[in-house]
């Protein structure tokens, strides 16, 4: 890999920013979404499929692979972009969520984090230090910093105390990083993240942002929202760390989220976001339209001869319609989920390059009126579901 990392920020219109992310592999044009393929795959599409939709960059977890096949054996067989067949940028999910979702039991210290396996029950230890080691052994673009995101609802001695130990992990995630870029484990061009934690509490969040920012990393993720708070309060907290961080840095929104959530986000000035709800949703028969979602199961659509959404270039809406997609799903055979999942990257692919567009013409604000309108949702709605990467 040849070149640097960097963020260029190319236009600005009612809070929501145009931007361009530079790496070795590529540019990544923001707002962006990135699919998410937990275990080195976007669930049930090809890599050349999943960028023909438009996909920039997709996102891998550590969690995932640590426990398998594990980030030795990746390092050994070319790396993470050779082992699933991307040559574009990777971001990787430092697995600090997974391990408070998914761990079957787990014990947390300053030193790290000591769980067993959701798989087999063996017993692992997470530290910042080796979060760091095994992105860079698979070999991510961008890496996030180890970060303790806790479930809600939490007090707030709970959340201070998450807070306070994922900005020490975040300075020692920091210090890791330049030792393995040092020794060459780490190469040049790659970046690492940090993650602002703080709950819905706004001085916490506050005094995040500040510490976070001051260990001067390549961008700055905000984490711990869409995991059981209200909508409005997720907006208002986004809102609020978003114009904190540095203008001349990308935002990343952890694991949002629903369509209209991601256009909310990007009027208060996110850039990057992920979550499982494409690939998830299909496999239960959830469609993404820009009239709202539907469910595919429905008898309503037994005979219902129309694609899923008109003018959709996906595989699915060119060549099939709506009764034969819920029959497949019905008799639950393997190409309705690979048919609705496309559809769903290409829906979401679609709705970044479309918000792209309008804040490079100055009418994101008039975008947004449309969008929310004819999708069905006020401006704020009820708690979203959850969007963080459980996938196993």
């Not at 890599?47 to 640590?66: E, F, W």
């Not at 910093?145 to 975040?170: H, M, V």
């Amino acid at each position: 890999m040849t070149g640097r990392f960097s963020f260029k920020l190319l236009e600005t219109d009612a809070g929501a920013r145009l931007g361009e992310i530079a790496t070795p592999r590529g540019i990544v044009r923001t707002p962006a979404f990135m699919p998410v393929g937990t275990a080195a795959t976007v669930k049930a599409v090809y890599p050349d499929q999943v960028k023909a939709t438009g996909a920039d960059i997709v996102l891998a977890n550590t969690y995932h692979l640590m426990l398998r096949p594990g980030p030795e054996r990746i390092a050994g067989l070319g790396g993470l972009h050779a082992f699933m067949r991307w040559d574009k940028p990777i971001l990787t999910d430092s697995g600090g969520f997974q391990v408070m979702s998914l761990a079957k039991l787990r014990k947390i210290t300053d030193e790290g984090v000591t769980f067993q396996s959701h798989i087999d029950g063996a017993t692992h230890v997470l530290t910042p230090e080796r979060a760091i080691e095994i992105q860079c052994l698979l070999g991510a673009d961008i890496q996030m910093q180890l970060d303790e995101c806790i479930e809600l609802p939490a007090g707030r001695d709970a959340t201070q105390r998450a807070a306070e130990r994922s900005l020490a992990w975040g300075a020692r995630s920091q210090r890791a990083f330049e030792r393995l870029l040092e020794a060459g484990i780490a190469k040049p061009g790659q970046a690492l993240f940090g993650i602002v934690q703080g709950g819905i509490h706004e001085d916490l969040r506050r005094r995040a942002v500040e510490a976070t920012v001051a260990l001067g990393l390549d961008g700055y993720a905000i984490g711990g929202l869409a995991v059981g708070e209200p909508t409005e309060r997720m907006y208002d907290i986004t809102a609020l760390v978003a114009h904190l961080l540095p203008r001349d840095h990308p935002r990343y929104l952890m694991g949002v989220g629903k369509p209209h959530d991601l256009v909310e986000a990007v009027a208060r000035g996110v850039d990057l976001f992920d979550c499982v709800m494409p690939t998830r949703n299909a496999r239960n028969g959830q469609v993404f339209t820009g009239d709202g979602p539907l469910t595919i199961s429905h008898a309503r659509y037994a005979r219902d001869p129309a694609p899923l959404e008109a003018g959709c270039p996906c595989e699915g809406c060119r060549g099939f319609s709506r009764a034969y997609l819920r029959h497949l799903f019905m008799a639950r055979e393997l190409l309705a989920y690979r048919l609705l999942s496309l559809h769903n990257v290409t829906f979401y692919l679609g709705l970044m390059a479309a918000m792209r567009g309008a804040l490079a013409a100055g009418g994101f604000r008039a975008f947004r009126s449309r969008f929310l309108d004819r999708y069905g949702v006020e401006s704020q709605d009820s708690s979203p579901d959850s969007t963080r990467d459980t996938e196993a």
